[in-house]
Every structure is written in C-alpha cells, then in structure tokens.
C-alpha cells in the first residue's frame, strides 16, 4: 500500500492568486495523477504527472492553469493559478500500486473556495 | 467510451440495516473494480479491489461482488452502523485508465 500526505487540507483563496498542493509518497510510484471533483460531482482527472518530464493533461485542462512539477518518484505539485469561483472544488492526488493490480490510493484531499 | 453508474444516488437507513449498493459500468473489458468510501471534504479511502477474474472480495461487514459479463458490482454492507454514513464511489480500470461513479451518499441513522 502507499501512504499519501497532501497539503494543504482546505484553504479559502481570492480570486486571482494562485494556490499549490504538494502531494508527497512514502515510496516509490511511477504514477501520480490529479483529480478535481466539484461539488456533488465524481471525479474529472486533471493530468498524470510523470516523473522527469511533463504532465500529460487530459481534455479540457491546461498547463497555464494547473501546471504541474514531478521532481521525483515520491513528490508532485498542482497549482492552481489565476483561479476564480469556478475553481472552487476538492483536489485529489493519487498513485497508482498494489503491483500489478492497478489499484489507486488517494491523499486526503484539499478542499479550495474561491471568493 | 467507459461509462460508470450508481444506482440509488442517496439511502438513508436506521442502523442496523443491511444494505447493497449498485455500480454498473456499460464496456466489460475491465481489469479490475475498486470501491471506495469518501467522507465530506476528504479524499478516498479503499474498501475493497476485484481483479476482472474474481467474483467477489470482503473485508469484515463489507462484501463485493462482480459480475463482469453483465457490468455489474454490488457492495453489501451489514448490520450498518451510524460510522458508515459517507459517500461510497465504484471504480473500474483499465490500461491504467480510471472511470468513477458519481458515488452512492449514505445515511445510516441511530
């Protein structure tokens, strides 16, 4: 199993600044993914962040608005830049492990309000 | 493209109930199902992982099963208790690809 720890938990922002979630692994994964899950929604993944080079982003997302760092196999960041109420949502991070059974493991979220 | 169902949206119980919620998914090339419980503002935890060729898997009050042919999976809960109100989501993978529900929001009342 993986142990995630993401920071921070919740935060309230002003329309217009920015806002990074670090998301750190007890151990070695080679898949990292971002979700977004606005209010009373499932979850929408934003990119996979992959190690050494750059995320790949899913339909509807873009790097000027949630670049993304992976500086190694147990570290990423999303930040949210330039956010607006529409931004205000529960972030997600999640590995892939479990060896070969595809299974996730979620950090315990960031809930964002943007006024 | 994969698309994930949960059948009912909301169920409210009194405690000591047992209950089963519904996940079905429309492409039945799945490497595996997972289920997972989400409190209010929190992140996901895993219950219960069903590789494509098990039928079911159960972890103390919880079982799951999976009937693949059919795009079904159903999580059986019993004797609930007032702790297991949350929102529970299914999930199927494949290629590394996710699909979620949109999640089952239970109450269990005292």
């Known amino acids: 199993s993986a142990v995630i720890s993401q920071k921070p938990s919740r935060d309230i922002c002003q329309r217009g600044t920015s806002l990074t979630i670090q998301c750190q692994v007890d151990s070695q994964v080679t898949m990292m993914f971002w979700y977004r899950q606005q209010p009373g929604q499932s979850l929408t993944l934003i990119a996979t962040a992959n190690q050494g080079s750059e995320a790949t982003y899913e339909s509807g997302f873009v790097i000027d608005k949630f670049p993304i760092s992976r500086p190694n196999l147990t570290f990423s960041t999303l930040t949210v830049s330039n956010m607006s109420p529409e931004d205000s949502s529960i972030y997600l991070c999640?590995?892939?492990?479990?060896?070969?059974?595809?299974?996730?493991?979620f950090g315990s979220g960031t809930q964002l309000s943007v006024l | 493209k994969q698309e994930v169902t949960q059948i009912p949206a909301a169920l409210s119980v009194p405690e000591g109930e047992n209950l089963v919620l519904n996940c079905s998914f429309t492409?039945?090339?799945?490497?595996?199902l997972q289920w997972f419980r989400q409190d209010p503002g929190k992140g996901l935890t895993s219950l219960l992982l069903?590789?494509?060729?098990?039928r079911e898997q159960t972890s103390g009050r919880l079982n799951a099963s999976l009937d693949k042919s059919s795009g079904r999976s159903t999580l059986y809960i019993a004797a609930s208790q007032p702790g297991d109100s949350a929102t529970y989501l299914c999930?199927?993978?494949?290629?590394?690809?996710?699909?979620f529900g949109s999640g089952t929001k239970l109450n269990v009342k005292p």
């Open positions: 492409d039945s090339a799945i490497y595996n």
């Open positions: 999930a199927v993978s494949n290629f590394n690809k996710f699909y």
């Open positions: 999640s590995v892939l492990g479990g060896g070969r059974a595809e299974k996730l493991f």
């Open positions: 069903i590789q494509s060729s098990q």
